[in-house]
């Protein structure tokens, strides 16, 4: 069944070569997948070679692991490693690629550059899309010559295990672009959605809000711990603040940035996780003994 306002699948062109910018782990998670499902070329790049090298070691482990756990044999992982390459020159990455898709810093302006740097070298059929979890696509399309192909497709973390996939129409987005986009999610085996090009779309805007109650009451003076266990009986997969330490700190309250510029009556920014964020903390738990634990240096922030 065809996704609702899905285009018609006829327009969709193929994709035999993806490029992804980006290495760190949203990016890495998405080669994985896509080498996986599409089993085309696939090739990172990023603003140095020791975060390419730790992008493509990332997809060579996972694809070991699938090894061991037997849902690959040998030879498909042989490969499948031997399509994923890393490379610092965009024009060598994507000068043949079909569909490129960027997961860099969540900066407007740094994601306008890397759209017209990708512009300068891909062909004219090539898709470019955006893992931006906030961030408006048109704006980001808004300086490029031909910005009707350019497309939100949003992953969930865990990329691997999340069902569904946001793409997002920006204002000038065109019909073979889109159906495109469904065509590739599809051999991803996501469940997609259509979604407007609206401040965080969709499921941010929910997930931002709940985790923002939680982080509200620990900003009023509730134990951070307190709070996550107080919701434990809602029978969640994971509690809310591990949930936002597995999407990032960083990333969590640049959404909640994002939206509390547009909707400043429903969404703030908490004091507490911005400390946090600013001291460059990349977690809140430690997770060596197997169940999260507050980060003692976190504690102190918090
Ligand atoms: N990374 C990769 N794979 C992971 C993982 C991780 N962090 N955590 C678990 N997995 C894999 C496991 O390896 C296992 O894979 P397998 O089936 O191939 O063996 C599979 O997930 C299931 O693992 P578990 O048995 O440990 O499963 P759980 O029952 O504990 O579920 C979970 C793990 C799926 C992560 C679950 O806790 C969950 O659904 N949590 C909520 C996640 C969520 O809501 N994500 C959305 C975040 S919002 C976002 O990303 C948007 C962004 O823009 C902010």
């Known amino acids: 069944k065809r996704p609702v306002g899905a285009p018609d699948k006829a327009l969709a062109r193929p994709v035999n070569k993806v490029g992804i910018v980006g290495a ?6 998405m080669a994985l997948l896509f080498v996986r499902r599409l089993e085309v070329p696939v090739t990172l790049t990023d603003i140095d070679q020791a975060r390419i090298d730790k992008g493509v070691a990332y997809v060579h482990e996972q694809i070991d692991f699938l090894l061991l756990k037997g849902r690959i044999n040998q030879d498909k992982a042989n490969r499948l490693k031997g399509l994923v390459t890393g490379s610092l020159d965009k024009a060598e990455a994507f000068g043949d690629a079909d569909f490129v898709i960027e997961a860099v810093f969540e900066e407007l302006g740094v994601k306008q550059q890397v759209f017209a740097e990708l512009e300068a070298v ?13 961030l408006s696509i048109t704006e980001m399309a808004s300086q490029l010559k031909n910005p009707e192909r350019v497309v939100g497709f949003h992953f969930f973390n865990p990329v691997a295990i999340m069902p569904l996939l946001e793409i997002v129409r920006a204002e000038r987005t065109d019909e ?56 434990a009986p809602l029978g969640l997969p994971m509690s809310p603040i ?23 009556d429903r969404f703030r920014q908490s004091e507490n996780l911005g400390r ?3 001291a460059g903390k990349r977690n809140l738990y430690v997770y060596d003994s197997g169940t999260p634990e507050l980060d003692p240096e976190v504690a102190e922030l918090f």
């Not at 760190?24 to 998670?29: I, N, T, V």
């Not at 591990?242 to 400043?264: I, K, M, N, Q, Y």
Request: no cysteine; charged share 15%.
């Open 176 to 231: 073979g672009t889109l159906a495109t986009a469904f065509a590739v999610a599809k051999k991803l085996k996501k469940t997609s959605v259509l979604v407007k090009d609206a401040p965080a779309f969709v499921v941010n805007r929910i997930l931002t809000r709940f985790m923002g109650e939680v982080l509200g009451a620990v900003d009023e003076g509730t134990p951070v711990e307190v709070a996550d266990r107080a919701l």
């Open 276 to 278: 946090v964020v600013a």
């Open 122 to 134: 891909v062909p004219e059929h090539t898709i470019l899309a955006t893992n931006t979890s906030s």
């Open 24 to 29: 760190g782990l949203m990016a890495s998670q």
């Open 242 to 264: 591990v949930l936002l330490d597995l999407v990032g700190p960083a990333v969590a309250h640049h959404v909640a940035g994002t939206l509390a510029e547009s909707f400043p």
